[in-house]
């Protein structure tokens, strides 16, 4: 079995920052992509970052999120500053992984953290 657990959410200041952290363990020979979707009350479930070899960001973060990954420890971080209202959202964290050589890359979801700036 593969888990993945976000970590380091809750309120803050509009203007503040937060560090989200996210570890896949489990039965795992490869993760590929590592990333963060968020869904806010009312909207669909959409990407914020996606690391690979590269990165790439929504629009809405660009500037203001940084995503990083530790592969040593299968780990993903999200660093989050100048948080606005509009970030309000449960943050969803996002693996592909692959749990055996030559076997099918397989996408593996958090239960999501909670993540509220206050104006």
């Known amino acids: 079995q593969v888990q993945v657990v976000e970590s380091g959410g809750g309120l803050v200041q509009s203007g503040g920052s937060l560090r989200l952290s996210c570890a896949a363990s489990?039965?795992?020979?490869?993760?590929?992509?590592m990333g963060w979707y968020r869904q806010a009350p009312g909207k669909q479930r959409e990407s914020v970052a996606i690391i690979t070899s590269i990165t790439n960001y929504a629009d809405s973060v660009q500037g203001r999120f940084t995503i990083s990954r530790d592969n040593a420890k299968n780990t993903v971080y999200l660093q989050m500053n100048s948080l606005k209202p509009e970030d309000t959202a449960v943050y969803y964290c996002?693996?592909?992984?692959?749990?055996?050589?030559?076997?099918?890359?397989?996408?593996?979801w958090g239960q999501g953290i909670q993540v509220t700036v206050s104006s």
């Open positions: 489990g039965s795992i020979y490869r993760i590929f992509a």
């Open positions: 996002y693996c592909t992984i692959q749990k055996v050589p030559n076997s099918a890359i397989l996408p593996y």
